[in-house]
């Protein structure tokens, strides 16, 4: 089945304290993204990775360090987490831009909170 | 700045009556305009989506019409039943670029039986 696995869920973390959330694709996507949704904000991108070891700055990165050491994987980083990054994390991936109007598929959303 | 805007922000409609979610896009070098059905719980997942070739693409009871000349498109759900109760986005990019979205800040959409 394809998928995107995202890892924690749910997570409640203190301010300062380094966290990554795990995301996992099986559909050897060469494009993946992390997204945060806000309610009346919609989803903002925060990074993307056209490919291993090719990584780019999205609408909202700051706050954020992302890696793409292997194809499947693309963990999201939050060196020194504030309460303004509470927030509810998609990952994403799809087929690099080829003309297809490639679909884009979504993990189920991890939810964090920084108190 | 919001590339996409998108309204209502809340909808409520009768079961069996017509939702409609609209929205509009400024950068003319948008070719590409997807909706997204998010479900509580779960990760959006793409509905139906449109390139301005065709005013409109029918897929079921969705339906997206597209108007290049005022840069709008909305989403039209016939027939609405309670298991259509979501929350909707709409997105925009280049056809060439679609991996890169621009979504709208959604609308939650409640079918009342």
């Known amino acids: 089945e394809a998928q995107v696995t995202q890892n924690p869920r749910y997570l409640i973390t203190v301010t300062g304290k380094k966290l990554t959330v795990t995301c996992s694709q099986n559909?050897?996507?060469?494009?993946m993204s992390w997204y945060r949704q806000d309610p009346g904000l919609g989803l903002r991108q925060i990074y993307y990775?056209?490919?291993?070891?090719?990584?780019d700055k999205g609408d909202v990165p700051e706050g954020y360090k992302v890696s793409r050491k292997e194809k499947r994987n693309f963990p999201l980083i939050l060196e020194s987490p504030s309460p303004n990054q509470t927030s509810l994390y998609f990952c994403?991936?799809?087929?690099?831009?080829?003309?297809?109007?490639?679909?884009?598929?979504f993990g189920e959303g991890s939810w964090l909170t920084v108190v | 700045q919001q590339q996409v805007k998108q309204s209502p922000q809340s909808l409520i409609v009768q079961k069996g009556g017509i939702s409609i979610i609209n929205c509009a896009y400024e950068?003319?070098?948008?070719?590409?305009f997807p909706w997204y059905q998010q479900f509580p719980g779960k990760g959006p997942a793409l509905l139906i989506a449109?390139?301005?070739?065709?005013s409109e693409k029918k897929e079921g009871r969705f339906t997206i019409s597209f108007n290049k000349s005022a840069k709008q498109f909305s989403l039209h759900i016939m027939d609405s039943q309670p298991g259509d109760s979501a929350t909707y986005f709409c997105?925009?990019?280049?056809?060439?670029?679609?991996?890169?979205?621009?979504f709208g800040t959604g609308t939650r959409l409640t079918v009342i039986p």
């Open positions: 994403a991936s799809s087929p690099l831009e080829g003309g297809s109007g490639n679909t884009i598929y």
């Open positions: 559909m050897n996507h060469e494009y």
């Open positions: 950068n003319t070098a948008f070719d590409y």
């Open positions: 449109i390139r301005p070739d065709v």
């Open positions: 990775s056209m490919n291993v070891e090719v990584t």
């Open positions: 997105a925009a990019s280049k056809w060439t670029g679609a991996n890169n979205l621009f």
